[in-house]
């Protein structure tokens, strides 16, 4: 009895396995149509396991974005009710909000990146390019966003003080990272990048709890400075934006050519 031995076809090992510019070249060639379409079926087979293992790691990067999507949602959610019982200033709530938003996604970007595969040292390098790039191109706006953050941070003046700076004043409506509006007495909106407020002079007259108030006025020769003096203190005893435990006086301050001019103080 005669015994044949069948042997198997070997199974194609990585280097059989053909790579794309094969591909392009054979879809380029002169072969036939069965030719490529049959060439091409063995290579979609061949890359059947890595296209699996591809399509399970996206797969998994999707549901840690969706889920960290909802952990930032929470996480910011919290922060926000916690600066609101805080009685955090306005303009630092919010920008401690953005800030925030922005510092988890990144987070989050940098875990579905290393899930995929992608280095974080080339992410990161990237990102520095950029971020070259970026601030030389808007070095005027990256000066202000730190005049934004020293004004957050160090608060020389808040939302609803009144403030003398850059050359106009008014009473603040809003502190932004770049630039802080202030409506002036004639109801007019200045707006005022941070990096000229923060790098100039700051008048606040809203900080401290009393204000000197000094008015001048004039009077003829022929008036009884006396007289006068009592009027003005009266006016001021009755009016109730005065405090009363305050020190109040009427002075003469300068002898003028045909007038005396009068200056009364409170504070």
């Given amino acids: 009895m005669m015994l ?35 060439f091409l079926l063995e290579y979609l087979m061949a890359q ?18 969706l889920i960290g999507k909802r952990i930032i949602a929470l996480l910011l959610k919290l922060l926000n009710r916690w600066m609101e019982r805080s009685h955090v ?18 987070l989050l970007i940098f ?7 992608v280095g974080t040292s080339s992410i990161i390098a990237i990102i520095g390019s950029a971020g070259l790039a970026v ?18 941070l160090m608060k020389p003046f808040l939302v609803g003080d009144y403030i003398v700076a850059g050359g106009v004043e008014g009473t603040v409506r809003n502190i932004d990272i770049f630039y802080t509006r202030i409506v002036t007495t004639d109801n007019k909106v200045i707006v005022i990048p941070n990096g000229t ?17 000094i008015l001048d006025f004039m009077v003829g020769y022929d008036a009884q400075i006396s007289k006068v003096r009592e009027v003005v203190l009266n006016l001021m005893e009755k009016d109730e934006g005065v405090c009363k435990d305050r020190p109040q ?3 003469i301050d300068k002898l003028n050519p045909g007038r005396v001019r009068l200056q009364p103080r409170h504070g």
Avoid: W
């Fill in 111 to 117: 875990c579905v990146a290393g899930i995929l595969g």
């Fill in 4 to 38: 044949l031995a069948a042997s198997a076809t070997p199974r194609p090992t990585d280097s059989a396995v053909p790579d794309v510019q094969e591909v392009v070249n054979q879809m380029n060639s002169n072969a036939s149509a069965e030719d490529k379409t049959s």
């Fill in 89 to 106: 200033e306005v303009s630092v709530h919010k920008f401690i909000m953005s800030l925030g938003r922005v510092l988890l996604y990144i």
């Fill in 249 to 251: 006086s009427v002075n």
């Fill in 135 to 152: 601030g030389l191109a808007l070095q005027g706006s990256l000066s202000n966003l730190a005049g934004g953050i020293l004004i957050l």
């Fill in 48 to 65: 059947r396991e890595p296209l699996l293992n591809f399509g399970k790691t996206l797969l998994i990067a999707l549901i840690v974005f």
């Fill in 197 to 213: 407020l923060s790098n100039g002079n700051i008048i606040n007259t809203s900080q401290e709890e009393y204000r000197l108030l």
